[in-house]
């Protein structure tokens, strides 16, 4: 089944996205904070001069991982509903059901040593280091937004490959 979604629009980066990210993060630490070891900015807006679509992804990490039950019942009083790991263990997705006045934002809470939280972190670092690896990934994401405009699945599928070759690449010891 094909999930559509309202137009993928890829925009050039934004210098504004890390001030947007500190104010999400400050409002998840102020209602979370003492469950979580911290909060990364994590996904393309958290790379400068990546191309990206506008969404921050905050990846909101725990102190212990059976305090989860804790984070998801304060998280709800706040407004979000726990969408479980949508196929990505050791990551679960909150979405937020009210308008807390953010720019479009999502918000993960992880275990510190879980794939997902693992994978981002090193995603991140790594094309922030690596200009041509970043270049190459914002071509792949304008292609598949425009070639995919309307199908999620369709463009996530389409970085795939590139994704783990520098997952596989990140994790290589430097010589």
């Known amino acids: 089944m094909v999930k559509q979604t309202r137009k993928i629009e890829i925009v050039p980066y934004d210098p504004a996205w890390p001030q947007a990210f500190e104010q999400i993060a400050s409002s998840v630490k102020e209602w979370i904070g003492d469950l979580l070891i911290g909060v990364e900015h994590v996904g393309s807006t958290s790379v400068p001069g990546l191309a990206a679509k506008p969404i ?10 059976d305090q989860l039950p804790q984070i998801i019942e304060r998280l709800a009083q706040q407004g979000f509903e726990h969408q479980g790991n949508l196929g ?6 909150f979405e937020p059901k009210r308008d807390f006045g953010f720019m479009n934002y999502h918000l993960y809470v992880c275990s510190p040593h879980g794939a997902g939280y693992q ?8 094309l922030r280091t690596h200009d041509e690896a970043r270049g190459e990934y914002a071509r792949l994401k304008q292609e598949l937004a425009q070639a995919h405009p309307a199908d999620i699945d369709a463009y996530v599928q389409g970085k795939t490959a590139f994704v783990q070759k520098i997952l596989q690449q990140a994790n290589r010891p430097t010589p």
């Open 56 to 65: 921050i992804d905050l990846d909101a990490v725990m102190r212990y991982e």
């Open 119 to 126: 994978e981002h972190i090193a995603l991140r670092d790594y």
């Open 88 to 93: 990505i263990e050791g990551r679960e997705a």
